[in-house]
């Protein structure tokens, strides 16, 4: 006789919780470098914030044990590590700049609350597929979030762009939030109707394209993304938000041409812009040719920082012993260029590894899930993170135009902390989904023959 038992994954709670120790140790010791690079002497408040750190993180991992006890192991300590280096080089930038600037304990107020507000998402979502049933109200709420800085009295404009909203002392990007009401629109709308959109209609050099009539989402995504461009001056979330929407359309279509269309709307809406608007062409100066006299006349912030990552070499002029603090914005816009500075080429790749990691596991998430529209959720989450830190990194390395995007959990900013970690947060519940066991299946009820006086003779 074969038995046959079902088989039951480990939870991987007690290799998370020593990658965390590990984590949380290796941002300790790049504060107690910046300590002796900059004053010679290590910080009076290394335990007391080596401690607070790690009470955040053990905090998370005690409610992933409470809630979400099969949920992936590597996302939390990566997002921790993220997390904790941007604090670092925001405080390091913070000495530079002298003691009233504050920038350092903003960012530590700003990282707990995100951190609570993920703990939330993470309570509250019991299971992700209960979004797909508002896919219309999210889509509402999205827009409404997108808009918002549109408002009069209430959004502001920063340096050319109206991507801000603010009340009284404090200001928020609202665009952050809309990135992921967005992505959980796109699954819940794209895993209904992706059997129209994959058909094929006529072919042109043997290359399949869609029906006409299937051409309206992903020409009303484009739209909009220009009237984002337009009226909020925003290249970087016009750009995440139609990149995102496509990718979403191809994972669920599995048709090459989608890609086809939305790239060739794509190059068209960007020579439109180009031709259309002045700050779009400053960034494409700046982008071909950033030492000519023309783009140094209106900036050279894309100078500094090219300067600073050659000058930061292989293995890095040290953390605290480089000159970050010269290029402008190097704690939000340009942190990747302070890395390279003080860790070099090295240091920056590995903290590239480390966002490579954070796509794969969400990727991989989304393979193991069962449901269509977990597939669509993570699949979009994962590539929101992937996207964002390819046109960040891109854009200071003149790989491709600068857009204004900050660098997920790294750059000093509150809306892009909250964002993220609520984006890990949904990636830990959809993975605890993905990776928990089924319930083994109720035995069937034993069936007696029937016995002699039961059957009726003829």
């Given at each position: 006789?074969?038995?046959?038992?079902?088989?039951?994954?480990?939870?991987?709670?007690?290799?998370?919780?020593?990658?965390?120790?590990?984590?949380?140790?290796?941002?300790?010791?790049?504060?107690?470098?910046?300590?002796?690079?900059?004053?010679?002497?290590?910080?009076?408040?290394?335990?007391?914030?080596?401690?607070?750190?790690?009470?955040?993180?053990?905090?998370?991992?005690?409610?992933?044990?409470?809630?979400?006890?099969?949920?992936?192991?590597?996302?939390?300590?990566?997002?921790?590590?993220?997390?904790?280096?941007?604090?670092?080089?925001?405080?390091?930038?913070?000495?530079?700049?002298?003691?009233?600037?504050?920038?350092?304990?903003?960012?530590?107020?700003?990282?707990?609350?995100?951190?609570?507000?993920?703990?939330?998402?993470?309570?509250?979502?019991?299971?992700?597929?209960?979004?797909?049933?508002?896919?219309?109200?999210?889509?509402?709420?999205?827009?409404?979030?997108?808009?918002?800085?549109?408002?009069?009295?209430?959004?502001?404009?920063?340096?050319?762009?109206?991507?801000?909203?603010?009340?009284?002392?404090?200001?928020?990007?609202?665009?952050?939030?809309?990135?992921?009401?967005?992505?959980?629109?796109?699954?819940?709308?794209?895993?209904?109707?992706?059997?129209?959109?994959?058909?094929?209609?006529?072919?042109?050099?043997?290359?399949?394209?869609?029906?006409?009539?299937?051409?309206?989402?992903?020409?009303?995504?484009?739209?909009?993304?220009?009237?984002?461009?337009?009226?909020?001056?925003?290249?970087?979330?016009?750009?995440?938000?139609?990149?995102?929407?496509?990718?979403?359309?191809?994972?669920?279509?599995?048709?090459?041409?989608?890609?086809?269309?939305?790239?060739?709307?794509?190059?068209?809406?960007?020579?439109?812009?180009?031709?259309?608007?002045?700050?779009?062409?400053?960034?494409?100066?700046?982008?071909?040719?950033?030492?000519?006299?023309?783009?140094?006349?209106?900036?050279?912030?894309?100078?500094?920082?090219?300067?600073?990552?050659?000058?930061g070499g292989l293995l890095g002029t040290g953390l605290g012993q480089g000159h970050p603090y010269l290029t402008y914005f190097a704690e939000s816009d340009f942190i990747i260029p302070s890395f390279a500075e003080e860790l070099g080429l090295v240091g920056l790749f590995a903290i590239l590894v480390l966002y490579g990691l954070l796509v794969e596991r969400g990727l991989r998430t989304a393979l193991g899930t069962r449901d269509g529209f977990g597939k669509l959720l993570a699949?979009?989450?994962?590539?929101?993170?992937?996207?964002?830190?390819?046109?960040?990194?891109?854009?200071?390395?003149?790989?491709?135009?600068?857009?204004?995007?900050?660098?997920?959990?790294?750059?000093?900013?509150?809306?892009?902390?909250?964002?993220?970690?609520?984006?890990?947060?949904?990636?830990?519940?959809?993975?605890?989904?993905?990776?928990?066991?089924?319930?083994?299946?109720?035995?069937?009820?034993?069936?007696?023959?029937?016995?002699?006086?039961?059957?009726?003779?003829?």
């Amino acid at each position: 006789m074969t038995t046959v038992s079902q088989f039951v994954p480990r939870t991987r709670r007690g290799v998370e919780l020593a990658l965390l120790v590990f984590a949380v140790g290796i941002v300790l010791l790049a504060y107690v470098s910046v300590g002796l690079g900059v004053n010679q002497s290590l910080p009076l408040d290394l335990a007391t914030h080596g401690g607070a750190l790690l009470a955040i993180a053990v905090a998370f991992h005690l409610v992933l044990r409470w809630r979400a006890p099969y949920a992936d192991p590597l996302m939390l300590p990566i997002a921790v590590l993220l997390n904790g280096l941007g604090l670092v080089m925001i405080h390091r930038l913070d000495l530079a700049k002298g003691p009233d600037s504050g920038m350092a304990g903003r960012q530590v107020m700003w990282s707990a609350l995100a951190v609570a507000v993920s703990i939330g998402v993470l309570v509250l979502l019991r299971d992700h597929r209960r979004l797909r049933r508002y896919t219309y109200t999210i889509m509402a709420a999205g827009l409404l979030f997108l808009l918002l800085p549109l408002v009069p009295f209430l959004g502001r404009s920063v340096y050319g762009a109206r991507i801000w909203i603010g009340i009284g002392p404090f200001s928020f990007q609202p665009g952050e939030v809309a990135k992921i009401l967005l992505t959980i629109f796109f699954a819940g709308y794209l895993v209904q109707t992706r059997d129209a959109l994959a058909l094929v209609g006529r072919k042109i050099l043997g290359f399949p394209l869609p029906r006409a009539r299937d051409l309206g989402p992903i020409l009303i995504a484009w739209i909009a993304s220009l009237l984002v461009l337009v009226l909020e001056r925003d290249l970087g979330s016009s750009l995440l938000f139609f990149g995102l929407f496509v990718a979403m359309l191809y994972v669920a279509t599995e048709r090459l041409s989608w890609i086809a269309i939305g790239l060739s709307l794509f190059a068209g809406g960007c020579y439109l812009a180009y031709l259309l608007f002045g700050h779009v062409q400053q960034r494409v100066l700046f982008w071909l040719d950033p030492w000519s006299p023309e783009a140094l006349a209106q900036s050279d912030q894309l100078v500094r920082g090219l300067m600073g990552m050659g000058a930061g070499g292989l293995l890095g002029t040290g953390l605290g012993q480089g000159h970050p603090y010269l290029t402008y914005f190097a704690e939000s816009d340009f942190i990747i260029p302070s890395f390279a500075e003080e860790l070099g080429l090295v240091g920056l790749f590995a903290i590239l590894v480390l966002y490579g990691l954070l796509v794969e596991r969400g990727l991989r998430t989304a393979l193991g899930t069962r449901d269509g529209f977990g597939k669509l959720l993570a699949t979009g989450l994962a590539f929101s993170i992937a996207l964002q830190v390819f046109v960040v990194v891109g854009g200071v390395t003149r790989v491709i135009p600068l857009t204004g995007l900050t660098t997920p959990f790294l750059s000093q900013g509150g809306s892009s902390l909250l964002a993220n970690w609520a984006i890990v947060a949904i990636l830990l519940r959809i993975s605890d989904h993905a990776r928990r066991p089924l319930p083994p299946p109720r035995p069937m009820a034993p069936t007696t023959p029937p016995t002699g006086e039961e059957v009726r003779q003829p």
